[in-house]
């Protein structure tokens, strides 16, 4: 029997598991903005190689020894990040994107280019919305410049 885990804090979502993988609970996963993968050998360091690409790194939740089939529901715990509820902004924002202020919210940031002008990404979008939606953000900052 495993002992009880408290979490304080931390952040879950729900994902559907792709038709080429099966999900165990425990197992550790990158949640990029469309797919769900196990993690690599570098988990967790990899997290700024490829903090463009990929949304969060996760624990699968579950009983030792639960599996998730391919299309079933399965929680995680979401490692590294805090999750928000965010405006959007106009521009709209896409899942897996990186986020900038706009006028009236957040929305998707401009191609990350060798231009001199900095600007802030507060995180990077966990779903997709129009202007005046709220969408979940992984609070992720980092600089970006701007093209």
Known sequence: MLPERRLKFADFGTYTVPATLTVRAGMPLTLDATDVSP??????????????????????????????????????????TSVEWV???????????????????????????????????????LASGVVGDFVPLAIMPCGLNKT
Do not use: M
Request: no cysteine.
């Open 39 to 80: 993690a690599t050998e570098d988990f967790p360091n990899a997290r700024e190689a490829v903090a463009d690409t990929t949304i969060v790194f996760a624990i699968a939740k579950g009983a030792p020894g639960v599996s998730y089939a391919a299309a079933a529901q399965f929680e995680a715990t979401h490692l590294f």
């Open 87 to 125: 405006l959007v902004g106009t521009g709209g924002a896409d899942r897996g994107s990186r986020a900038v202020a706009a006028a009236d919210g957040l929305t998707n940031a401009p191609a990350n280019g060798n231009a001199t002008t900095r600007i802030h990404s507060p995180g990077i979008f």
